[in-house]
């Protein structure tokens, strides 16, 4: 069965500093791969997906997400994090059964002043 | 575009009580997704729709849980009794694309649920 993997259950990160979030993912026929960020007491907000074409996705509030297709990897990364990125990111992939979403642990980024 | 709601946004019972929640979609989407986020866990599909037909139910625990879709735009998902181990967040998501395609899910707040 297809499975996601978020290696880092939380990563510390200081304001201002780059950030990399980890993602991993089984091997499968056809690859749609999403992160989803969840800030405190909210639902899950669409941040970038990659269905195809480029390897480097752009997202919103300025984060981006190579698809690494040898290493099955998907990684987020931010170049300056800001006090506001604080919340949980989930990493999912398509399955290719059934087209239901898989879904990663979730890693919060906690961002100190 | 109006998002995806729900309601309540959170409800506090005590065990062997009922509750329902709602979902109203992103207008024109045909897929319906009802979800259980445990605290600390990634979301787990418990329901899946297509227009007012369940697609998906492998994971809802029919004993305790139900939910429907009748007109196949709002859709309500009931508990009845609850138990402890329900407290949880319970998302519900759109897509406009058919069961059976690949396509971005849109979520709505979520309703947190607490059972005492």
């Known amino acids: 069965a297809q499975s996601v993997t978020q290696l880092d259950s939380q990563v510390p990160v200081f304001e201002e500093a780059p950030v990399e979030l980890r993602c991993n993912y089984s091997s499968s026929v056809s690859v749609y791969l999403f992160w989803y960020v969840q800030y405190p007491n909210q639902g899950l907000q669409l941040l970038l997906k990659y269905l195809s074409g480029s390897t480097l996705v752009k997202g919103i509030n300025g984060f981006e997400a190579e698809f690494n297709k040898s290493q099955t990897s998907f990684h987020l990364r931010k170049p300056s994090v800001h006090i506001s990125d604080t919340a949980e990111y989930f990493c999912?992939?398509?399955?290719?059964?059934?087209?239901?979403?898989?879904w990663g642990a979730g890693t919060k980024l906690i961002i100190k002043p | 575009e109006a998002g995806v709601a729900q309601s309540p946004r959170y409800k506090i019972i005590e065990k062997r009580q009922s509750v329902a929640f709602w979902c109203n979609p992103i207008?024109?989407?045909?897929?319906l997704y009802w979800y259980q986020q445990i605290l600390g866990q990634g979301p787990k599909l418990l329901i899946q729709f297509q227009n007012n037909g369940v697609v998906d139910d492998s994971q809802l625990p029919k004993d305790r849980f139900s939910a429907e879709r009748l007109k196949g735009v709002d859709s309500t998902l009931k508990i009845q009794p609850a138990k402890l181990e329900d407290s949880a967040v319970y998302l519900c998501a759109s897509s406009s694309r058919l069961a059976g395609a690949a396509d971005t899910q849109y979520f709505g707040p979520g309703t947190r649920l607490t059972v005492l």
């Open positions: 999912a992939v398509i399955s290719d059964s059934n087209y239901q979403l898989i």
């Open positions: 207008s024109g989407h045909a897929t």
